[in-house]
């Protein structure tokens, strides 16, 4: 079974502080991502990665930095947590862009106060 | 920016009726069409994937495509409370051919 695994399950920090979510995949995928997702919004991809050490802007990545040093680690930083960064957060890796390929983490309750 | 737009809900329907879930998106050069399940608390799974116009049938859910429309839909025959989630529509497009995530249609099937 693919896992993709967020080591951080619920959080609550304070506005400020540096946040670091953790994602995991064991099936050597190439392409990771990071949403959030909040109610009556959606999924809202934050940042993704289609290889080592490289990342792209997704939709919303102001206040958001990542980092990808090792193909099956992917990590969402939040440099100075704010109160509007309360949310809930999935990793996702795949084969390829498309949605068949694609297997979620079991998200990161963040809260920040 | 490219859309993907979905009645928010909560559509509600008694055991054993047909719940149609809609979907509509802006993209018109999408060629990947899916629907996720999302329980509460849980994340997305993939329970559908569509790619040409018509029909695609797989036990009780079948999924419609009208890329002339950029119309996609759910059906779920025989609606279980088990199928009591949210479902999420998504379409690979734009600049960047990423998953473009719908805002959901929370179901509810009463018993």
């Known amino acids: 079974d693919v896992k993709v695994t967020q080591s951080s399950r619920y959080l609550v920090k304070r506005t400020g502080e540096k946040v670091f979510l953790e994602c995991v995949q064991d099936?050597?995928?190439?392409?990771m991502f990071w949403y959030r997702q909040d109610p009556g919004l959606g999924l809202r991809l934050i940042y993704f990665s289609y290889d080592v050490k490289m990342k792209e802007k997704g939709d919303i990545p102001e206040g958001y930095s990542v980092s990808r040093e090792k193909k099956e680690r992917f990590s969402l930083i939040l440099e100075s947590a704010s109160t509007n960064q309360t949310s809930m957060y999935l990793c996702?890796?795949?084969?390829?862009?498309?949605?068949?390929?694609?297997?979620f983490g079991e998200g990161s309750w963040l809260t920040v106060v | 920016q490219k859309e993907v737009e979905q009645n928010s809900g909560p559509l509600s329907v008694p055991e054993g009726a047909i719940a149609s879930l809609n979907c509509t998106y802006s993209d018109r050069g999408s060629q990947s069409f899916f629907w996720y399940r999302q329980y509460s608390g849980k994340s997305p799974e993939l329970i559908m994937s569509?790619?040409?116009?018509g029909d695609k049938e797989d036990g009780r859910f079948t999924a419609q495509l009208n890329k002339a429309s950029q119309y996609v839909s759910l059906l779920i025959r025989d609606s279980q409370p088990s199928d009591s989630a949210t479902y999420l529509c998504a379409v690979v497009g734009g600049s960047q051919g990423n998953l473009i995530f719908g805002k959901g249609t929370k179901l509810s099937v009463k018993p």
């Open positions: 099936m050597d995928h190439e392409n």
């Open positions: 996702a890796s795949s084969i390829d862009r498309g949605g068949n390929t694609i297997y």
């Open positions: 569509i790619y040409s116009n």
